[in-house]
């Protein structure tokens, strides 16, 4: 096993990682706002912060993973306004379209699913710290946080404070680098919004207090581990130290991982470029949830990924690819016995992916060990040089790899089903066994006019047949 690095954008440097309590990780990760169905860049940081989670948890580590949900901010106070009803009936379509994709992107449930309208008594009680300690100030019945008070302000995106105003104030959640000014921690009710009635007055927290009330509360004033898309480092996460940090005294975060962005077809993602995707749109067009986690985890998340049409089919042929080993390590009889070579190239190939992984999430250098493995191992089964012995060590090798991975299970039509889609208007798993059944049976009696016919008929309706060397049948969909 390697030392685990890690990027912290904090120090801007790889650092070993070491949690405050060994063996214990908390971890905290912005999770959507749910005020529309999430596109293909969001997923790329949630596949991301999935791969880090069951990385982490195949090394032993014990986790304590805390995903929000902000179901109130500007935008879908905005929208619920607009559309006439209460947040949460506004928010809880999109909530239940997040937990669905999640499912099957097979992006694991983290330890607590939390929302923000479940702990506004949280943000009070943060914001009255906050105004003991004088961080704070009122206007026209907002509290907003004085940045000029807390002398860390811009240590993680590297801010340049020294042209910014003291007073001036933005009412905005998300604002750009150049309009930084002392934020909203607490805003008024306009008419016609919702608003909680509280001690510090009637209004609704801002974006940034949500994070550090709820990261504070389920995982201690210190936590191991923040993630979010780099988007998020300025001002969100910025933000997020300010208030967390000037209300203990203490450091908030100690590894902050952001992950990079993602692009399409080399262009920024955006609806008036007609590139803009949610799951479901790929979905939509026939592509499998298997394919699409390959490809947006394959690229290491501080890398630009660059999403194309081209790297998504190469991700279906590459699962394919894999999920096509584990059959034949399953099903081919080889010749009995072990070979030391072999074993040696297996423990190879388990090392170099644990040391990928362990580079800082380097996922295509964890994948290359396991492509580069499947590879050799095939010529030597193609040769009768792979042994009866070794299957089981690579078969665990390949449990490792899809711990982390999870795209083995051949389950992407049952998924797309549950969504809605289906994937292929062809014959369920039952009527094709029975199938290949009768055509094993044809070819039995040597009645190979009908195996033929049946072949023919499974090709039509989209089922691949291939006939391997121990005279067994294995199917696939196209
Ligand atoms: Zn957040």
Redesign the pocket.
């Known amino acids: 096993m390697h030392e685990i690095q890690v990027h912290n954008t904090l120090s801007g440097k790889v650092e070993p990682f070491a949690p405050l309590k060994p063996g214990v990780v908390h971890m905290y990760t ?1 999770g959507p706002t749910v005020y529309d169905y999430a596109h293909i860049g969001n997923y790329r940081t949630f596949v991301f912060q999935d791969i880090l989670r069951r990385f982490l948890k195949l090394r032993g580590f014990q986790l304590t993973h805390v995903m ?1 949900l ?1 179901d109130v901010d500007d935008r879908i106070i905005a929208n619920a306004a607009a559309a006439g009803v209460g947040l949460r009936d506004y928010t809880e379509k999109y909530v239940q379209a997040f937990f669905a994709d999640c499912k099957t992107l097979s992006i694991e449930s983290p330890e607590h699913w939390i929302r923000a309208t479940d702990n506004i008594d949280s943000m009070v009680r943060l914001i009255q710290t906050l105004q003991n300690k004088t961080y704070t100030y009122n206007s026209e019945g907002s509290i907003y946080y004085r940045i000029a008070k807390f002398k860390d302000y811009g240590k993680l995106s590297k801010i340049d404070l020294s042209g910014i105003q003291a007073g001036a104030r933005v009412d905005n959640d998300r604002y750009e680098k150049e309009s930084a000014r002392d934020f909203a921690l607490w805003k008024a009710p306009k008419p016609g919004e919702h608003f909680w009635e509280t001690p510090i007055g009637p209004g609704r927290p801002g ?1 940034h207090i ?2 550090s009330a709820m990261a504070m509360k389920f995982l201690g004033e210190t936590i191991d581990i923040h993630t ?1 898309g780099i988007d ?1 480092a300025f001002p ?2 910025e933000n ?1 130290i300010a208030q967390s940090e000037a209300a203990t005294g203490k450091p908030f975060v100690r590894y902050w991982l952001h992950a990079e962005h993602l692009l399409v077809e080399g262009e920024k993602m955006s609806k008036s470029l007609g590139n803009f995707f949610t799951l479901r749109d790929l979905f939509a067009k026939g592509y499998k949830p298997s394919a699409l986690r390959f490809a947006l985890a394959s690229v290491p998340y501080r890398r630009q990924l660059n999403f194309t049409f081209d790297g998504l089919q190469q991700a279906t042929s590459s699962v394919e690819r894999l999920r096509n080993f584990a059959v034949r390590l399953k099903n081919e009889r080889f010749p009995a016995g072990k070979q030391a070579p072999m074993a040696e190239r297996i423990a190879k190939g388990a090392s170099d992916f644990d040391a990928g992984l362990s580079d800082d999430l380097n996922t295509a250098q964890a994948l290359a060990a396991v492509y580069d493995f499947v590879r050799e191992a095939n010529i030597a089964m193609d040769k009768g040089e792979f042994r009866q012995g070794e299957v089981k060590a690579a078969q665990e090798f390949l449990a490792t790899f899809d711990k982390v991975f999870a795209v083995l299970e051949d389950n992407d039509a049952e998924k797309l089903k549950a969504l809605g889609y289906s994937a292929s208007e062809g014959p369920d798993d039952a009527e094709i066994e029975k199938l290949v059944a009768e055509r094993q049976a044809a070819r039995k009696r040597k009645d190979f006019a009908e195996s033929d016919r049946i072949r023919n008929e499974l090709l039509k309706r989209g089922i691949l047949l291939e006939d391997t060397k121990d005279g067994s049948v294995r199917w696939k969909r196209k």
């Open positions: 912005c929000n902000t974006w949500e994070c979010g998020l969100h996460h997020e």
